[in-house]
């Protein structure tokens, strides 16, 4: 059933052929349990990436970078987006998840894939070789402390007219499923509880329109969506979120080892349930536009 649903998925989706097989044939007999878990939740997520990308435009031969790419984020799918002719490059400050994600690049064969360690916030651009055409957000802008410093350093990646596609989950409405689980909602008001504690303003997803304008950019397109998953791994995901922020929110008080202790069991316990779905948060689906002077604009058309 696995294998019929991943095929579905590829076939539906449109992804290129060499990539769709080689990510496919690492889900399905993969060496590396994480890894396959990894590719996993990135298909999850890619059709909604996937669609926004068809949405703007994005063309082959492109030079595009994912901001905050984590272990996998979006550069399969941007790579597959741009072509070979294109160029992505992944950024995140977490060490490990830069050399998980340049593991997958490798086990994937995307070559025109590049990861760089550090914060987006204090990288020279120079260093990572704009400008780009497009910027791709995913969970990264809901911990950003100042939401329009980021979004004015992102813009400064960017070529005049680029575009940026921000995913960005809101506070509420909160992960659903059915049956109700009342973990979800639990532990989705305490991770934004965390992130609050941490100096990220209150409803800053909420925000990033007003956000965007201050830092420069035009809202092309706004829209939103739920994510419905698989309940063995869409519970899996959520309990290895808060499981994640376990030391944090401790050390910071905003829970118990207990409280987070007993919200894992609970979430991971889920997965063993009969549950029909359980769905994301619910993302913000925002497009930016980098704008042009009228000169630039003149010079884009010829």
């Known amino acids: 059933m696995a294998r019929a649903w991943l095929e579905g998925s590829y076939k539906g989706a449109g992804m290129s052929e060499a990539i769709a097989e080689r990510v496919r044939r690492y889900i399905l007999d993969g060496t590396d349990r994480d890894l396959r878990r990894l590719l996993s939740i990135s298909q999850d997520a890619a059709e909604m990436a996937r669609s926004a990308f068809r949405r703007v435009g994005v063309q082959e031969g492109w030079k595009a970078i994912d901001c905050g790419c984590g272990p996998i984020g979006g550069l399969a799918v941007i790579a597959e987006m741009v072509g070979p002719a294109g160029r992505v490059v992944g950024v995140d400050f977490n060490e490990p998840a830069v050399q998980q994600a340049r593991t997958v690049a490798a086990s994937l064969g995307l070559n025109n894939v590049e990861v760089f360690a550090g914060d987006l916030n204090e990288l020279d651009p120079a260093t990572l070789g704009g400008p780009f055409d497009l910027a791709y957000t995913r969970l990264f802008l809901m911990h950003q402390p100042d939401p329009a410093l980021t979004l004015r350093r992102i813009a400064n990646l960017l070529r005049p007219g680029g575009l940026l596609v921000a995913h960005e989950p809101l506070r509420s409405p909160p992960p659903r499923s059915h049956p109700d689980v009342e973990a979800l909602a639990s532990y989705w008001e305490l991770l934004h509880e965390l992130l609050e504690r941490a100096g990220v303003p209150q409803r800053a997803v909420d925000n990033l329109p007003r956000y965007a304008r201050e830092a420069g950019f035009e809202?092309?397109?706004?829209?939103?969506?739920?994510?419905?998953?698989?309940?063995?791994?869409?519970?899996?995901?959520?309990?290895?979120?808060?499981?994640?922020?376990?030391?944090?929110?401790?050390?910071?008080?905003?829970?118990?080892?207990?409280?987070?202790?007993?919200?894992?069991?609970?979430?991971?316990?889920?997965?063993?349930?009969?549950?029909?779905?359980?769905?994301?948060?619910?993302?913000?689906?925002?497009?930016?536009?980098?704008?042009?002077?009228?000169?630039?604009?003149?010079?884009?058309?010829?």
């Open 219 to 302: 809202v092309a397109a706004l829209s939103g969506y739920f994510m419905n998953m698989r309940p063995e791994l869409g519970f899996e995901l959520h309990a290895s979120t808060i499981a994640a922020a376990r030391e944090r929110a401790v050390r910071s008080g905003v829970a118990t080892e207990r409280q987070i202790d007993d919200l894992v069991r609970a979430l991971s316990a889920a997965k063993r349930a009969e549950h029909e779905w359980v769905s994301s948060p619910f993302f913000l689906d925002l497009t930016l536009r980098k704008p042009m002077t009228t000169i630039e604009r003149v010079a884009a058309t010829r």
